[in-house]
């Protein structure tokens, strides 16, 4: 059974920083691409920050390029997302997904994702 755990998160200050975990099970972690996404009250689910399976390239909306980081702990199972310079337009639910064969040029789309984590808010205060 896939599974995704998102933790981490909650209140945060505008300029500061906070880091997201999603611990991964029951499947081969290294098959799969990863990620993270999120969405505001009245906006589409945005494709925040992505790893590739096939050749591990990171893929970064342009609002967080600069700001959030990827990465991947392969021995945990687990990706996490780190944010700095945080800005309230961050504000969202942050859901983890994963998904297989996943063509680069869609990686960045919700729909390209089969499984997903339950999510956890962020919200930052100005």
């Known amino acids: 059974e896939v599974q995704l755990q998102a933790s981490g998160g909650g209140l945060v200050q505008a300029g500061g920083s906070t880091r997201l975990s999603c611990a991964a099970s029951g499947f081969n972690f290294d098959d799969y691409s990863i990620g993270w996404f999120r969405q505001a009250p009245g906006k589409e689910r945005e494709g925040v920050a992505c790893?590739?399976?096939?050749?591990?390239?990171?893929h970064y909306a342009d609002s967080v390029k600069g700001r959030f980081t990827i990465s991947s702990d392969n021995a945990k199972n687990t990706v996490y997302l780190q944010m700095n310079r945080v800005k309230p337009e961050d504000t969202a639910v942050y859901y983890c997904?994963?998904?297989?064969?996943?063509?680069?040029?869609?990686?960045?789309?919700?729909?390209?994702?089969?499984?997903w984590g339950q999510g956890t808010q962020v919200t930052v205060s100005s």
């Open positions: 790893i590739s399976s096939s050749d591990g390239s990171k």
């Open positions: 997904a994963a998904g297989l064969r996943i063509i680069v040029s869609m990686i960045r789309f919700p729909s390209s994702y089969d499984n």
